[in-house]
């Protein structure tokens, strides 16, 4: 898996949304979730974040860190509740007004452009209408991957979804340089706000 470095603080861009989905994936990446729940604490105190992890994001990321450094409660397990009280799937679908999957690994996005709902944030992810941008965190040589290729575009289709292409990293594997590390954090952002821009309605369409 292809990593960045820990970031250094980072100038914020202009992110104006109220409640912001945060979903991480199994990739390495994962592990700096606590650090970058930190920087958005810190940086957008009007933003109310829900950061939501995979099952294979738990092997890098605990639960307690995140709710520690995010300071408001423990992240959501991206399972199926034994006990509902409620719809889960249905409140991540319509509560977010922006949505972030960073980082995402191959399978999840393979998952996601083919359709598949068999996770609360996957049948999410299909159902709501909020902005979202997805962040690949991919191994080597993963971003040549004719099939990955193919999901991205696919993806990219969406009127509601922007793939930010992966950027240079270095392998934890391998200890190479190469493209394979999930989009900046704040790069990420920015994008998402400009397609809540275009989202916006103009002033004369509310006429």
Known sequence: MTVLPTPSPAAAPEFRARRLLYITTGGMQAML??????????HYPHTEVHSVITRSARRFVGTTAVAATGGRGLPTVDTWPDEPDGALHTHLAAWPDAVLVHPATMHFIARLSTGLADTPVLLALQCTRAPIVICPSLPPGGHLNPAY??????????ENITVLPPVNGVSASTGEEGIGS???LPDALTALEDMRAWAAPSSGDAA
Request: zero cysteines.
């Open 182 to 184: 999930a989009a900046y």
């Open 149 to 158: 290729q193919r999901h991205v575009v696919e993806l990219s289709t969406r």
């Open 33 to 42: 979730l606590p650090a970058w729940m930190s920087w958005l604490r810190t």
